[in-house]
């Protein structure tokens, strides 16, 4: 009898081993059939998602195929008859929990590298390929939440796994979110901001901004917390992201980084107006087909705007190719004015003021 205990316990423990060795074996292979299909779509396509897919899968499938055969090796012998492996049957439940567990651990880990294999194909070949960086911002938000998530509800399903009552941590889980909501409010306020900004794609890198009763400059980085804009004494100023939700901004390169450019200038009441708006488009003409910085598909627009104090006041309206540029546009736009209503004869009063005296013989008026 103690012979054939003996061959018992050692054909349980090769038919053990044996199991094994097949799950071993199919993992290698699998490994294998995954890396070469993976190389061969690569081969075919630099940018193949299937490609990366499967060069992610092949890890956690080989690791749950070995896993699989440790568990149906130790059921094998814990099935057996033999009475020196008969104490393993009391283990047979915790054996098949330590595999559901290793399961659940294995799929949060492959759920979290597919979905960064798939994020990081659609930002080299899809967003890569848009005007709009709307979908680099959201998928960075995605991709930082992603494994959180994902490892979260595996080491929760687990816990529930080896018997832990997940309820209570659940509920402690949530009561402990909502003080920390209320500490991080401010913090948590920016990041939601900053996804906000990202999803609604109004302000971008290189985009000039201003801010009502605040900074202006141009916008250097939009991050989950604060935007940072470099102010024109080059300057970095950061902005919480909140207060630029909830303040007016200003931006002037929003759909077109076009800017219309005002000069506002006036003439003596003795001017002649017609001579006056002819010299005015002619040096606005001339200013535009001289400056790269101005619009040439723009024609100079004259409009008179008010009876000053001293002079009929107008405005010159033209286009500049962005903000930078509007400033260039309106310095030389008023430099050759000046000198052209000069040349012309054509006067820009300084401001006058004219005094009338009641007691002034027959209503005699003294100018200053």
């Given at each position: 009898?103690?012979?054939?205990?003996?061959?018992?316990?050692?054909?349980?423990?090769?038919?053990?081993?044996?199991?094994?060795?097949?799950?071993?074996?199919?993992?290698?292979?699998?490994?294998?059939?995954?890396?070469?299909?993976?190389?061969?779509?690569?081969?075919?396509?630099?940018?193949?998602?299937?490609?990366?897919?499967?060069?992610?899968?092949?890890?956690?499938?080989?690791?749950?195929?070995?896993?699989?055969?440790?568990?149906?090796?130790?059921?094998?012998?814990?099935?057996?008859?033999?009475?020196?492996?008969?104490?393993?049957?009391?283990?047979?439940?915790?054996?098949?929990?330590?595999?559901?567990?290793?399961?659940?651990?294995?799929?949060?880990?492959?759920?979290?590298?597919?979905?960064?294999?798939?994020?990081?194909?659609?930002?080299?070949?899809?967003?890569?390929?848009?005007?709009?960086?709307?979908?680099?911002?959201?998928?960075?938000?995605?991709?930082?939440?992603?494994?959180?998530?994902?490892?979260?509800?595996?080491?929760?399903?687990?816990?529930?796994?080896?018997?832990?009552?997940?309820?209570?941590?659940?509920?402690?889980?949530?009561?402990?979110?909502?003080?920390?909501?209320?500490?991080?409010?401010?913090?948590?306020?920016?990041?939601?901001?900053?996804?906000?900004?990202?999803?609604?794609?109004?302000?971008?890198?290189?985009?000039?901004?201003?801010?009502?009763?605040?900074?202006?400059?141009?916008?250097?980085?939009?991050?989950?917390?604060?935007?940072?804009?470099r102010d024109r004494f080059n300057n970095m100023i950061m902005i919480p992201n909140s207060q630029l939700v909830d303040s007016i901004l200003t931006n002037y390169y929003s759909y077109s980084k076009v800017m219309t450019v005002l000069v506002a200038c006036g003439v003596s009441y003795e001017s002649d107006l017609v001579r006056v708006e002819e010299v005015?488009?002619?040096?606005?003409?001339?200013?535009?087909?001289?400056?790269?910085?101005?619009?040439?598909?723009?024609?100079?627009?004259?409009?008179?705007?008010?009876?000053?104090?001293?002079?009929?006041?107008?405005?010159?309206?033209?286009?500049?190719?962005?903000?930078?540029?509007?400033?260039?546009?309106?310095?030389?736009t008023i430099k050759r004015l000046h000198t052209r209503f000069n040349q012309e004869g054509i006067e820009i009063n300084y401001p006058v003021r004219r005094l009338v005296f009641?007691?002034?013989?027959?209503?005699?008026?003294?100018?200053?």
């Amino acid at each position: 009898m103690p012979d054939l205990a003996v061959d018992s316990a050692r054909l349980a423990s090769l038919y053990a081993v044996g199991i094994f060795a097949a799950f071993a074996a199919a993992a290698g292979a699998a490994h294998v059939v995954l890396s070469v299909v993976a190389s061969r779509r690569r081969q075919a396509d630099d940018h193949s998602l299937a490609a990366s897919v499967l060069t992610t899968l092949k890890g956690p499938l080989a690791l749950l195929l070995v896993t699989l055969g440790m568990l149906l090796a130790f059921q094998a012998l814990a099935s057996s008859t033999d009475s020196a492996l008969s104490w393993l049957a009391d283990y047979r439940e915790w054996a098949l929990r330590a595999w559901l567990v290793s399961v659940a651990l294995i799929a949060s880990y492959l759920a979290t590298h597919v979905l960064e294999s798939v994020s990081i194909w659609y930002l080299e070949n899809v967003a890569a390929r848009t005007a709009s960086d709307i979908d680099d911002r959201i998928m960075a938000q995605v991709r930082r939440f992603v494994p959180l998530v994902m490892y979260t509800v595996g080491v929760l399903l687990s816990l529930d796994l080896l018997g832990v009552s997940i309820t209570p941590l659940i509920a402690g889980l949530g009561i402990a979110g909502i003080a920390v909501a209320l500490a991080l409010q401010p913090t948590l306020g920016n990041l939601f901001s900053g996804t906000y900004l990202a999803v609604e794609g109004e302000l971008n890198e290189g985009d000039f901004v201003e801010l009502e009763g605040g900074p202006s400059g141009f916008v250097v980085d939009v991050g989950w917390r604060s935007t940072k804009i470099r102010d024109r004494f080059n300057n970095m100023i950061m902005i919480p992201n909140s207060q630029l939700v909830d303040s007016i901004l200003t931006n002037y390169y929003s759909y077109s980084k076009v800017m219309t450019v005002l000069v506002a200038c006036g003439v003596s009441y003795e001017s002649d107006l017609v001579r006056v708006e002819e010299v005015a488009l002619e040096v606005a003409a001339q200013v535009r087909d001289d400056l790269e910085e101005a619009v040439d598909e723009f024609d100079p627009i004259i409009r008179f705007t008010a009876f000053g104090d001293s002079n009929i006041d107008f405005v010159v309206v033209m286009q500049a190719a962005d903000r930078a540029a509007s400033f260039a546009v309106r310095h030389e736009t008023i430099k050759r004015l000046h000198t052209r209503f000069n040349q012309e004869g054509i006067e820009i009063n300084y401001p006058v003021r004219r005094l009338v005296f009641p007691e002034a013989e027959q209503g005699e008026a003294l100018h200053p």
